[in-house]
């Protein structure tokens, strides 16, 4: 059997290249310039080198010397990879894909992070946050401890989703919800809506209670008190989408909000399995959308979110921060709402009475 290679170090490739150590430090952290008074001859001898040996440059140290390693990493509240939750996620994460390869930059998905009461913690006792020269933060729900705590240092970070947390000093790339809600709610309006439902999931997130605020002001512009004209049922109050259907549906909704893509359909299946068409008797409204194709035959009318391009934005403002905090600055301000559209389906229709 033979035997394994030895690992290649800086001495190594210094002796190889007739040069020093310090040399080829400067070389492999990019400082290499005119200041250093390396000669060009020199530094391509010594990038000559690290390709025949195959060099690969510890991140570790990298990031102790203060370079960086070309890494971006990505942390995400909840698993990305169910089912059900890599609807939401894949178009962001194709967005940081692409981004990345852009900036020649690999990624770097933090997945050992532990769980408490259900939720992925961004610090613990492994933390490995800074082998990645910043991250992506992506979830429904973030922890506004640990946002703080992120901020207190000068770790580059950009959350992928609005942020309240830490008095509004959260750097972001999200979507404007409120406005497109806003929107959509005026379109029911006027086609002569008067009445309407809501299922919503909880408004502890931001993109929730954004939704929410757009459905109350549009309401509030045309005249209506919201307590009387919007019944809402929180879904994950009720053990079924069914149930918190019922408990809705005694106020005779006309138009019925849903938040979540898949509770929308399977209220849209539930009215047609009882007989309601859609939008003759009742109309329906999602708030969001799935990402990928699904057959249904029916063509929802429905708020689309710019998800790939809200991920490769994120890659975009967190590069602009880690350059500002590799120059010895202060990262630069983002805090950026996308547009998000309005598809015109078939379930929007004027009301039955």
């Known amino acids: ?6 690992r290649v170090t800086q001495r190594m490739i210094a002796d190889i290249a007739g040069v020093s ?25 010594v990038l000559d080198v690290i390709r025949e040996t195959t060099y690969v440059a510890n991140p570790v140290a990298r990031s102790l010397a203060g370079a960086t390693n070309d890494l971006i990493g990505v942390f995400t509240y909840e698993p990305a990879f169910p089912t059900r939750s890599s609807d939401f996620y894949t178009p962001l994460l194709t967005g940081i894909e692409s981004a990345a390869e852009q900036v020649t930059a690999d990624l ?16 613990h006792e492994s ?12 979830g429904r729900e973030m922890d506004a401890d640990e946002l703080e705590r992120l901020l207190a240092t000068d770790y580059p970070f950009v959350a992928i989703g609005r942020r309240d947390a830490a008095h509004g000093r959260v750097p972001y790339i999200g979507v404007d919800y409120a406005s497109a809600t806003r929107e959509l709610v005026q379109r029911a309006l006027d086609l002569g809506h008067t009445r ?24 509030a512009g045309a005249g209506l008190d919201a307590a009387a004209a919007l019944t809402e049922a929180t879904v994950t109050d009720h ?12 106020s005779s909704p006309t138009v019925v909000l849903v938040e979540d893509p898949d ?6 299946d539930l009215l047609s399995a009882a007989g309601v068409a859609v939008p003759a008797a009742v109309s329906v409204v999602v708030l969001g959308e799935h990402t990928r194709h699904r057959d249904r035959g029916t063509d929802v009318t429905r708020l689309s979110a710019p998800r790939t391009e809200l991920g490769a934005r994120a890659v975009t403002a967190l590069t602009e921060r880690i350059a500002a905090v590799q120059r010895g600055e202060a990262p630069p301000p983002v805090q950026e709402l996308l547009a998000c559209a309005i598809v015109d389906g078939t379930t929007l229709g004027p009301p039955s009475r």
Not at 108 to 123: C, E, H, K
Not at 239 to 250: G, L, N, Y
């Open 108 to 123: 770097l998905v933090f997945t050992s992070t532990p769980v408490v009461d259900g939720r992925r913690r961004l610090f």
């Open 239 to 250: 053990p079924t989408v069914a149930d918190a259907w019922e408990a809705i549906r005694a």
């Open 263 to 268: 509770d929308g359909e399977e209220l849209l």
């Open 196 to 219: 309407f439902g809501l299922l919503r999931l909880s408004l502890g997130a931001e993109s929730s209670r954004d939704r929410h605020d757009g459905i109350v002001d549009a309401l």
């Open 127 to 138: 933390n490995r946050l800074r082998l990645a020269d910043g991250c992506i933060l992506l």
């Open 21 to 45: 150590q310090s040399t080829v430090s400067l070389v492999l952290n990019g400082k290499a310039d005119e200041s250093r008074r390396i000669p060009a001859a020199t530094r391509d001898r």
């Open 1 to 6: 059997m033979p035997a394994p290679r030895a």
